[in-house]
């Protein structure tokens, strides 16, 4: 057979193609669920972690069971809010269905438009509430939890992580604990702006909601106090009501 | 076991080491190569995915039209990365190994020794032959990933797999993490291995 003419070529190459797409469709739907497990669980450990349940090292140690039992466990409640602050659904903490919301790329887009929104709120048993962030980075999406103490405005703790931001630099938002650790204790000033402040030289206002940028990862920390700004802004009138009662009760 | 077939597992971990002597798949040596945890899931990636598409690549080596071949040799390559892409991300134990290599997995598909060993060896060659030349080239691969990531990890983190084994006080050397020093690093290998091997030596 001439394996050169035209007519070969187009069959031949038609056929390799629907094949390898096949071959390719069926194991995603294959292993689709197994990977849809470690994502959840990579998901939970990054929110316990901010959230102060365990280590991080020893949450990464633990296996995805592990996991889920740990947050079953810990968690309190869960529930999305509007940008009203009023809750408009809940999250099942059940541990064979937990419910996270962890598609936060649409969120992002409909904060932005100030379209209806269902931003999540896990609240663990410390009291401790963790939500999330999601921004853009130098080269993907970069994204986190922030966890607060009771009072709705004292960070307890920070998990970061991105898709691609370049290792050694902007990657160091996931890879380096003491840049996680500095924002223990900072405080969101809502109410005024910014709420937050992640920019060169920041630390030396000495304000309470300020952290120095990454040195030479200037596109990934802007990137982050921008996520960390639209973010806390989405939950400004959730947490910061929140603020304000504890405030006043205090008086 | 014949000579010939001798020949084609061995040349490739030793002296036709696709790094060392001709000096391919370099970029990902330098990027993959700052744990050894690392370097082993990718060395292991890339033996299956060029074992394997070398075997596909020889199965089809008569019918492949020859205006299409590199695209359909493409196209086998590219399913078989993907392929190994999606089964790291579904092992629980290797998802967040996935994770740490997240382009370079997706990249071995530009590796020039996948596609040269399918031009140079699998469209010649009967399918088993071309399958032990595809795992052995992805073995003297590994090999070298392998001893520059112990360097790396060693000395740039003061662990070995994760585990520490330098005394606590040692100060990790930051030099070594990143990725020139794997450059460095792999000069020397390669002035090692051609001081031994006096063939490669250039005149």
């Known amino acids: 057979m001439n394996t050169n003419s035209n007519a070969y070529t187009v069959i031949y190459t038609t056929l390799v193609v629907v094949i390898v797409a096949a071959v390719l469709a069926f194991t995603a739907m294959k292993l689709k669920p197994s990977q849809n497990a470690n994502a959840k669980a990579e998901t939970l450990r990054q929110m316990m972690s901010a959230a102060q349940i365990k280590p991080t090292d020893e949450l990464y140690a633990t296996k995805n069971a592990g996991i889920l039992q740990l947050y079953a466990d810990n968690i309190d409640k869960a529930y999305t809010i509007g940008l009203d602050g009023e809750q408009n659904g809940t999250l099942s903490t059940e541990k064979s269905k937990i419910d996270l919301v962890d598609n936060l790329k649409p969120q992002d887009k409909a904060i932005k438009a100030g379209d209806a929104v269902t931003l999540p709120v896990y609240v663990f048993k410390s009291g401790i509430q963790v939500i999330p962030i999601y921004g853009a980075g130098l080269w993907g999406p970069i994204w986190g939890y922030i966890a607060f103490q009771p009072d709705g405005k004292t960070i307890a703790g920070a998990y970061f992580d991105h898709d691609s931001e370049t290792p050694g630099l902007g990657a160091k938002i996931k890879d380096e604990a003491w840049f996680r650790e500095k924002f223990v204790g900072k405080q969101v000033k809502f109410g005024s702006e910014p709420l937050f402040n992640l920019a060169k030289n920041a630390e030396a206002t000495g304000a309470d909601n300020a952290i120095d940028a990454i040195t030479g990862a200037t596109m990934t920390s802007k990137g982050l106090n921008d996520a960390l700004n639209v973010w806390f802004k989405a939950y400004e009138k959730h947490l910061g009501n929140k603020a304000e009662t504890q405030n006043e009760e205090e008086e | ?203």
């Open chain 2, 1 to 203: 076991m014949d000579k010939k077939l001798k020949e084609t597992i061995l040349n490739p971990i030793l002296k036709g080491n696709p790094i060392t002597v001709l000096i391919l798949g370099i970029c990902s040596s330098l990027a993959v190569t700052v744990q050894l945890k690392g370097a082993l899931v990718m060395a292991l990636s890339v033996i299956l995915v060029t074992g394997l598409s070398s075997l596909v690549c020889s199965l089809l080596r008569n019918s492949i039209p020859n205006r299409v071949r590199i695209i359909v040799q493409l196209v086998v390559v590219a399913m078989m990365v993907i392929l190994v892409d999606q089964v790291l991300k579904a092992g629980e134990g290797t998802y967040a190994i996935d994770k740490q290599l997240s382009v370079y997995i997706g990249l071995i598909i530009t590796n020039c020794i996948v596609m040269g060993r399918i031009e140079a060896f699998a469209l010649g060659n009967k399918p088993i032959p071309s399958l032990l030349d595809g795992l052995a080239n992805g073995v003297g691969y590994g090999l070298i990933l392998i001893i520059v990531a112990f360097f790396r990890e060693l000395f740039g983190s003061g662990t070995l797999f994760g585990l520490q084994v330098l005394p606590a006080g040692y100060i990790p050397n930051n030099l070594v993490i990143l990725p020139p020093f794997a450059l460095i690093l792999l000069g020397c290998i390669i002035w090692v291995h051609r001081a031994f091997d006096k063939d490669l030596q250039e005149k």
